[in-house]
């Protein structure tokens, strides 16, 4: 009788690798990140983590996947999902999991360092600092204080919201249920928001792109936002229609905006974005740490592979197919 087998596209650190040995008895390991060493195995796989696009290739056809295909579970190795080929996985059966929860850390940290550099005007300093130029830039605001309003409390609004407490913030979170959460003072639903955004000085994104958030912010959320206000998006970059937000930051509706998504990516060098002194840009990175791989298969893979090898419900990030996340 054949072993299971278990693909992980990429290349993991021995102690990851032991680890994913000792809870998969009986199961075939094929682990790289190079297809040379994948790809003759996807059709015998019983599980693949770390999905990629010419697996879809090698698996699906125009009909979407075979009846008698072996897959049954697909680990994500991102949080979001949208690239993926949903549809059809739903139609087989296929499990799907995500690594919702590997970036609270990292993605936190970047919001704030979006928000203190805008704040403290640091990217303005740093074009003075290339030209030689002592110059005070207009520095006035501070974070301590403020309202910071969170769309998407999932871990990384949750996490973004205790740093927020830590500079004395008011915190409004925003998602679908509008369960109280912990280091929220006030929850809502997305159907409150613009009766909210005016009391925002930050508005932050960490929400999944579905057809319910798909271009939730245009030209009417910025306009209720105050002249004072910030935008950060490190969600997707079709939560936000970008000609109206690049209009916004022009005429100065927002005061600016830290992004690290975009509606195409990379973002073309023709973008007006590049241009705005009121904007800082990262290149979707902001969930980078050098924790990751370690997350995703200890916080993650191992506990849902346990689960799944006894015939189990996966207990972490088992995405529903009709919410789309």
Not at 45 to 57: D, L, M, P, V
Not at 156 to 184: C, D, H, N, Q, W
Not at 249 to 255: E, G
Request: with cysteine; proline share 4%.
């Amino acid at each position: 009788m054949s072993s299971r087998k278990i693909i992980i596209t990429q290349d993991l650190d021995q102690v990851l690798i032991d680890l994913v040995n000792e809870n998969a008895p009986g199961c075939e390991l094929i682990i790289g990140k190079d297809r040379e060493i994948w790809g003759d195995h996807v059709k015998d796989a019983e599980i693949i983590a770390g999905w990629k696009g010419k697996i879809a290739k090698d698996l699906l056809s125009g009909n979407g996947f075979s009846s008698d295909t072996k897959l049954r579970w697909v680990q994500s190795w991102t949080a979001g999902i949208n690239s993926l080929p949903l549809k059809e996985l739903k139609e087989s059966g296929i499990l799907l999991t995500t690594a919702n929860g590997v970036h609270s850390f990292p993605i936190s940290e970047t919001i704030f360092a979006f928000m203190l550099g805008l704040t403290r005007k640091i990217p303005a300093y740093i074009r003075n600092q290339q030209s030689k130029t002592w110059n005070h830039s207009g520095l006035k605001h501070e974070i301590h204080g403020k309202t910071i309003g969170i769309f998407g409390v999932g871990s990384i609004g949750k996490e973004t919201a205790k740093l927020s407490k830590a500079f004395g913030m008011k915190v409004l979170g925003f998602r679908r249920s509008g369960k109280p959460e912990e280091y929220v003072d006030q929850m809502y639903t997305l159907q409150e928001m613009n009766e909210v955004l005016p009391e925002c000085d930050y508005v932050v994104v960490t929400l999944p792109l579905t057809p319910e958030t798909h271009q939730l912010f245009g030209a009417k959320q910025f306009t209720l936002m105050k002249p004072s206000a910030f935008f950060i998006n490190i969600g997707r970059g079709d939560i936000a229609v970008e000609s109206e937000l690049v209009e916004a930051l022009q005429s100065k509706t927002i005061a600016g905006a830290g992004l690290d998504v975009f509606e195409q990516e990379p973002l073309s060098e023709n973008s007006p974005l590049w241009d705005l002194d009121n904007v800082i840009i990262t290149p979707h990175t902001s969930g980078s740490t050098e924790y990751y791989d370690k997350r995703v298969i200890e916080d993650i893979f191992i506990p849902n592979l346990r689960s799944y090898l006894k015939g189990e419900t996966l207990p972490i990030n088992l995405v529903d197919y009709d919410k789309g996340y």
